[in-house]
């Protein structure tokens, strides 16, 4: 069947826009206008990504993103963030919350899409990879779940594979534009700023406690998960 996407967008050109062209390419869509239809939407049944625009009357992307990661039903939901604002905090903001990409408008339709079969691709579990365990963190793609010291951890669709590929290299380097194209999915790093990857690092450091040492930062280069 094909993937579902919700579009959540005030603006009627654009909307429709956005509608056209991934019913083009075979999604499902369905629209929503503002927050609070998006939210109402949303308890009624999961789409299986969101493209959300930043500036919506009432309650704002910002915080439809909040409420939905807050809510454990909703919390692995994939999102894709659309700004106008030009201000990097804004974007910041938003993979802060736990967006998992963001594009600015005016933006290419066919970017969008390409966006979109990225992060649902990378949202899918792969379900014949096997556990991994470095440490006290433990990682199981099949289920994904993941837990420190045996303590469940909640992570996005972006931070569990962001943590699958630096507990996947081994104790190796990840530089950031391998991130971007094992996580985001993107063969160009320019396609993306290199931020993203430092900011979903800097969340999902949060999430893991005491074991968030072990994400260490290499100057100049990238990422390494530590051994010991």
Same mark, same amino acid.
């Given at each position: ?7 959540? #967008?005030?603006? !009627? ?28 939407? *949303? ?8 493209? *959300?625009?930043? =500036? ?21 939901? !994939?999102?894709? =963030? ?13 993979? #802060? ?11 290419? !339709? ?44 909640? *992570? ?51 999430? *893991? ?20």
């Amino acid at each position: 069947m094909a993937a579902e996407v919700l579009v959540v #967008e005030d603006e !009627p050109d654009i909307r429709n826009l956005i509608v056209h062209h991934l019913t083009r390419d075979g999604f499902r869509c369905d629209t929503a206008g503002n927050g609070t239809e998006a939210l109402t939407r *949303l308890r009624k049944g999961l789409p299986d990504l969101v493209v *959300l625009d930043l =500036m919506l009357p009432g309650i704002d992307g910002l915080e439809v993103c909040r409420r939905v990661r807050a809510d454990p039903t909703t919390a692995a939901l !994939p999102i894709i =963030m659309l700004t106008a604002k030009a201000d990097e905090v804004d974007r910041v903001v938003g993979l #802060e919350l736990g967006a998992d990409d963001y594009l600015a408008k005016p933006f290419s !339709p066919k970017e969008l899409v390409a966006r979109v079969r990225a992060v649902l691709r990378r949202a899918r579990p792969t379900e014949t990879a096997r556990p991994l365990a470095v440490g006290p963190v433990s990682l199981d793609p099949a289920r994904h779940a993941v837990s420190v010291s045996g303590r469940a951890v909640e *992570l996005t669709p972006k931070e569990f594979d962001l943590l699958h590929a630096l507990l996947a290299a081994a104790g190796r380097v990840l530089t950031r534009e391998h991130l971007l194209n094992r996580v985001w999915g993107y063969a160009h790093a320019d396609m993306i700023e290199s931020r993203t990857v430092d900011v979903h690092i800097r969340r999902l450091r949060s999430k *893991l406690g005491d074991a968030e040492r072990r994400i260490a930062t290499i100057k100049g280069v990238g990422y390494r998960f530590e051994k010991e």
